[in-house]
């Protein structure tokens, strides 16, 4: 029997996708005014199971309730009239639309459009200031940055009446200091009586914020625990079936020659605007280098300066003691040939094509060697053979060279490109977030490949906007702010504090942190 204080109960929940059992009898009980955390690796089927109850898929059996009411929801429209709303990991906004009528859409209140304006324009003036989510409703959505555009989802959820709000990977395009205000904001939202369900594979979030949490595996639900009660081991030991280290376990580094070197690196983008200021790096064998930063200050930039996708705009870059700056070989394709592989930030857009089979990705930018090439047609046995030999070795998942990329999940997705790149056993390597959207198995297998090739001797640059991963992953860090480095120092002396102020653009001057400004007037 329901609960006078369940918000969202269900019971025996199924779902089938053909032959894949996606849910299975799948039970879970949600109090009012908590927030209840989901979690499971990708493929769990946490985000099937909130799309059913959000009306996106039905279930094939069992039942919902919504404060202690059987529901049938067959469609979005269903849930919302429930009082259930959902933030998905992909916003669902129109970027030429202001944040007023994208929040209006769908829901226009009337023939006249001015006078459903003018009534969401008032609720929303009181919704921002009861739940702490100021934002211009008057802005264009595609102007504003990710963490304003998923405020502007809760706010159309919150509009149409929610009560229980889901949200899905929330924190996956966020920085640290947006998913921090993200959190402020939840916790406000249950202060005020909401429910609020977060489906994540990120464990530290769900420590950090979470009264209560429900663990799936394998579409099954295997653990409800009080979050008070567990840890993030234990946790993690439940998603995955098995234990996990979640520090990465390596020996100390000792760091070779300079194998890729910057000096004073500037690149000014196509709308004038500078992104790198003057960088100077060495990057040696045998090391991991480690960027810490907030996102958009010019890490990305970086990797694609050094990865042969955009030309500097002054400065140097040196390969194996070669000015290559001006050389016909500084491209991306011509340094692959030379030793140098790219796991690019954005695996979809950068490092696979989504409709090509793993076999054809995994011979992406290699197709032209003679192991892959015959003159005038490419030998398919070969490319099926190596990308049978990777999925072994990277423990890819489903073993099937033939399925297409866009099949699996975003974890396999990064082991296929990351064997692509790392098999080709190149001097350096440069990653862009290795472990963005990933889930937790597959984050401990990434990392001991990335010590294993370091061990090997090669030379890694790491990029990640995961300030634990670029802590425990790296030999030596360095910070940018604003597109230049503001400092960087061991591994071994960086705590979360120090690298925090430094990522905010304060520098450090015999071992104090000073503002950025004060150097400069000194």
């Keep these: 029997m329901t609960s006078h204080n369940t918000a969202l109960e269900l019971r025996r929940v199924n779902k089938w996708f053909g032959p894949v059992h996606a849910n299975r009898d799948i039970s879970l009980s949600v109090d009012r005014g908590t927030i209840h955390g989901i979690i499971g690796e990708n493929g769990a089927g946490k985000s099937t199971l909130m799309s059913i109850v959000y009306g996106f898929y039905q279930a094939d059996e069992g039942q919902i309730f919504v404060n202690g009411q059987e529901c049938r929801i067959d469609n979005p429209q269903a849930s919302i009239k429930a009082g259930i709303g959902m933030v998905h990991q992909h916003f669902m906004l129109v970027d030429t639309f202001t944040v007023l009528e994208n929040i209006i859409l769908g829901v226009e209140g009337g023939a006249r459009l001015d006078q459903g304006l003018a009534k969401a324009r008032k609720e929303l003036q009181r919704l921002e200031q009861e739940y702490s989510l100021e934002i211009d409703v008057d802005a264009i959505v595609g102007d504003l940055p990710v963490g304003l555009r998923q405020r502007v989802e809760i706010l159309k959820a919150l509009y149409r009446g929610a009560e229980i709000l889901i949200l899905d990977e929330p924190t996956g395009v966020l920085t640290p200091q947006e998913a921090d205000h993200l959190f402020r904001i939840l916790s406000t939202l249950r202060e005020q009586g909401k429910t609020v369900i977060l489906i994540t594979h990120k464990l530290r979030e769900i420590m950090a914020i979470t009264d209560n949490v429900s663990v799936m595996r394998r579409g099954e639900m295997v653990a409800h625990v009080a979050t008070k009660d567990t840890n993030r081991e234990h946790l993690a030991e439940l998603m995955v079936g098995r234990s996990v280290l979640l520090q990465v376990e390596k020996t100390d580094a000792h760091p070779g020659k300079a194998i890729l070197q910057t000096r004073n690196l500037n690149y000014v983008d196509a709308d004038g605007v500078q992104r790198l200021k003057d960088v100077t790096l060495d990057i040696r064998a045998g090391e991991i280098l480690g960027i810490a930063g907030v996102s958009g200050n010019g890490q990305s930039e970086l990797l694609e300066v050094l990865g042969g996708t955009r030309k500097p705009t002054s400065g140097q870059v040196i390969f194996k003691d070669e000015d290559i700056t001006h050389s016909k070989k500084f491209n991306a394709r011509d340094l692959r040939k030379i030793g140098l592989g790219h796991v690019p930030e954005d695996r979809h857009r ?57 099949g699996f999940s975003g974890g396999n997705q990064q082991k296929l490109v990351l064997a692509r790149e790392m098999e080709q056993k190149p001097d350096v390597l440069l990653v862009g977030q290795p472990t963005r959207g990933v889930d937790i198995g597959a984050i401990e297998f990434i990392h001991n490949q990335l010590i294993r090739m370091r061990d090997a001797g090669a030379a890694i640059l790491v990029v990640s906007v995961e300030i634990d991963e670029v802590m425990s992953l790296s030999d030596r860090i360095a910070v940018m702010f604003d597109g230049e480095i503001v400092g960087e120092l061991d591994a071994r002396d960086a705590d979360e504090t120090r690298l925090g102020l430094m990522m905010a653009g304060i520098r450090e001057k015999n071992g104090s942190p000073h503002a950025q400004q004060d150097e400069t007037v000194a």
């Design 350 to 406: 950068s490092g696979l094509v989504l409709s090509f089979s793993a076999n054809e990705n995994t011979i992406l930018g290699y197709h032209d060697l003679p192991a892959y090439n015959k003159g005038t047609t490419l030998d398919h046995a070969a490319m099926i053979s190596t990308c049978e030999e990777y999925i072994r070795k990277f423990d890819v998942r489903p073993p099937n060279p033939h399925l297409q990329a866009s």
